[in-house]
């Protein structure tokens, strides 16, 4: 078993053909068949199946393990790099997308200045879309909403934000002479996050015990369509700080909710496996940008 074998394994999973996998690897094609075919052999199991180009059961269950080991090649060089003071080479890191909007910037201006032979790829997704990314190596790190839910993964809290609902203007909710409170929130239909989403966990686990149920106008899977039909003026939706643009913030009306917890944001990577040297320094990165308080939105409370 070699490494181009399980290169072109998961290059036909990611790009979903024979070809497209090859033109990936810059091969032809038949190097990429003969390779998955060898490890076919030694595996004593089909992996694709040839009409569709689908992986197999057992193909599913090689690619897993197969990005693994890949991980850990990036890994070993990026390493023994890094034993001569020269931290280079990938890291993978997903985030939410409201996070993303304000850190990824910083990230930017702080990673060549820190590490500038390390180079940095970012994917945006929803907590509940990164995590199955960070468990199968397909991702070094996530910025995600706390807690995880997968068991292969472990995480940090960084910073915890502020809850806010955005009430379009008129609204009812607007207009009442005393503070907002839960049971205000539970009178009106809101856009929600979908049921199962880490966001909508934490409103029915604060909301239950006090028998409130929150009313959706619609469930959304997706903070940044939420508040984008918040800002429309559509419904009032509770969001973190973060959401509200800087470029609105003037515009919107964003108003506290007594009882409402606040969200806890944190760094996830694989329990199991040593991170490499790259994925190490830009964790330790992650911690002293959110720390340093020039340029961070406000509502952030960095964890020490």
């Known amino acids: 078993m070699e490494i181009r074998h ?18 990936h690897l810059g091969t032809v094609q038949s ?29 599913t269950a090689a690619v897993a393990r197969a990005r693994r080991i890949l991980s850990e090649v990036d890994a070993l060089v990026s390493d023994v790099a890094a034993c001569k003071d020269a931290v280079s080479g990938t890291v993978r890191v997903g985030t939410i997308g409201t996070t993303g909007r304000w850190l990824v910037p910083r990230l930017m201006d702080a990673v060549p200045a820190r590490h500038p032979d390390l180079h940095l790829v970012v994917v945006e997704g ?14 070094d790190l996530a910025v995600l909403h706390l807690p995880v839910a997968g068991r292969d993964l472990v995480s940090r809290l960084l910073f915890e934000e502020d809850l806010l609902v955005v009430v379009p203007e008129g609204h009812p909710l607007g207009e009442l002479e ?11 239909e809101l856009l929600l996050p979908s049921p199962g989403t880490s966001l909508r966990n934490e409103l029915d686990a604060v909301t239950r015990p006090f028998g409130i149920t929150l009313r959706p106008a619609a469930e959304i899977d997706g903070l940044r369509l939420i508040a984008s039909l918040a800002f429309e003026g559509i419904a009032p939706a509770v969001l973190p700080a973060t959401a ?3 470029f609105l913030r003037d515009r ?35 911690r002293t940008v959110v720390s340093e308080e020039h340029g961070r939105p406000p509502g952030i409370h960095p964890v020490v």
Request: without cysteine; aromatic residues 2%.
């Open 178 to 188: 005393h503070d907002l409170t839960l049971v205000d929130l539970a009178r009106t």
């Open 126 to 139: 929803t907590t509940t879309g990164l995590e199955p990314q960070l468990a199968t190596g397909q991702l």
């Open 244 to 246: 509200i643009p800087s």
């Open 6 to 23: 399980l290169q072109a394994l998961t290059a036909i999973s990611d790009h979903g053909t024979f070809s497209a996998a090859a033109e």
């Open 252 to 286: 919107v009306r964003a108003l506290p909710v007594a009882g409402l917890p606040q969200r806890r944001v944190g760094v996830a990577q694989r329990s199991r496996g040593l991170p490499s040297a790259p994925t190490r320094a830009l964790f330790d990165l992650l």
């Open 31 to 59: 190097n990429v068949s003969a390779h998955v075919a060898r490890l076919e052999k030694e595996l004593n199991a089909p992996l694709i199946d040839r009409s569709d180009g689908s992986l197999t059961e057992e193909g």
